[in-house]
């Protein structure tokens, strides 16, 4: 019996061997595929910079950044809550506007900071696709809110008499659900569409977090399909974002036109300058990155796109406000006194 199994052993291993000669020469591709077909566990994450030195550096800028997002953002949504004069719909709009930021803000860079601290950037399969999923949910929650202000400056500059009956509180609530719902259902067809494809070739990912163009270019599939729905599904609800706000912006340069009063004028386009600055930094960035197809994506440039439109951005929002809308101006410099007055006291 041994005797037998011996040269069948021999004659199997001969044979083997011979399959994978010819696998190789006929079909390196798939060859090579086939070997690698495992599944990825984790994601290596690109830094910033190549140079560990400047970590120190970006680390500080990064933390401070973080920290001044979450003071602004959190006294904007304070003040509206506080303030008498910031009760009416642009302001309740505002304060939402405020916590998708700290959202927004809080899904990128707190790993950001972590990573330069340990000097390892990894996240998890599950990780990277939590992170993707909130970072959408947060990203088109605020595409879709900056949307509905304008909608809301266009009521009332355009019909200010029939303002508080047209923006009633139970609109403003369906608004909201239908903006949180609207990100939601983005966001789980964007990650879903992302996550179906098989990553089997390389687990480094050439960016700073784990964003859409970055993982389709490691995946091992045709990727045709899933940016077909994703561009045309970001393309259809970026353009009727686009297409109300320039709608709204339209009839409201309009009426502003035709005040009489300069004061009117002024007071209308102080409302609406610090809106519109909003909108212009974030579909301009947004626009710029996710409007392009992927062939095109470069780790340089779009690095720093990205550190704008994720970090920068949620931090300029209120500021924006604070210092362009009179209205927030005026209640922020009430509020200070009021505040270290009872700190002295």
């Not at 003071?71 to 719909?89: E, F, K, Y």
Request: hydrophobic share 45%.
């Amino acid at each position: 019996m041994c005797k037998s199994v011996g040269p069948q052993l021999l004659m199997l291993l001969v044979r083997d061997c011979w399959e994978k000669d010819i696998e190789q020469k006929m079909f390196p591709g798939y060859s090579i595929k086939k070997r690698n077909q495992t599944s990825v566990t984790e994601f290596l994450l690109s830094g910033l910079v190549d140079n560990h030195n400047l970590n120190g550096i970006f680390f500080v800028f990064f933390l401070f950044i973080y920290l001044v997002t979450l003071i602004c953002n959190i006294s904007m949504i304070s003040l509206i809550c506080c303030s008498s004069t910031l009760r009416n719909p642009m302001y309740f709009f505002l304060g939402h506007l405020s916590f998708s930021d700290i959202c927004y803000s809080s899904v990128i860079t707190p790993k950001i900071i972590s990573n330069m601290v340990s000097r390892q950037m990894v996240i998890s399969f599950n990780g990277c696709a939590a992170q993707l999923f909130f970072f959408c949910l947060f990203g088109g929650t605020e595409c879709f809110l900056v949307t509905v202000m304008a909608y809301d400056r266009y009521v009332a500059i355009c019909n200010p008499l029939l303002y508080v009956m047209i923006m009633s509180r139970d609109l403003l609530l369906k608004l909201v659900g239908i903006v949180y719902s609207s990100g939601f259902l983005l966001s789980a067809i964007q990650t879903g569409c992302t996550f179906r494809l098989s990553f089997c070739n390389s687990n480094h990912v050439k960016h700073f977090f784990c964003d859409i163009p970055a993982l389709l270019k490691l995946s091992c599939t045709n990727t045709f399909i899933s940016e077909i729905i994703m561009f045309v599904l970001s393309g259809l609800l970026g353009t009727f974002s686009v297409f109300i706000i320039l709608i709204s912006y339209a009839n409201i340069i309009s009426s502003i036109l035709k005040m009489q009063s300069s004061e009117g004028r002024h007071k209308a386009f102080s409302t609406c300058s610090s809106h519109l600055a909003v909108v212009t930094l974030f579909f301009g960035t947004a626009l710029f990155v996710y409007s392009r197809p992927i062939s095109s994506y470069s780790i340089q440039k779009d690095n720093i796109l990205s550190v704008f439109y994720t970090v920068v951005i949620p931090m300029l929002n209120p500021i924006i406000y604070c210092l362009r809308n009179a209205q927030v101006k005026a209640a922020f410099m009430k509020t200070i006194p009021k505040t270290f007055g009872h700190g002295f006291n």
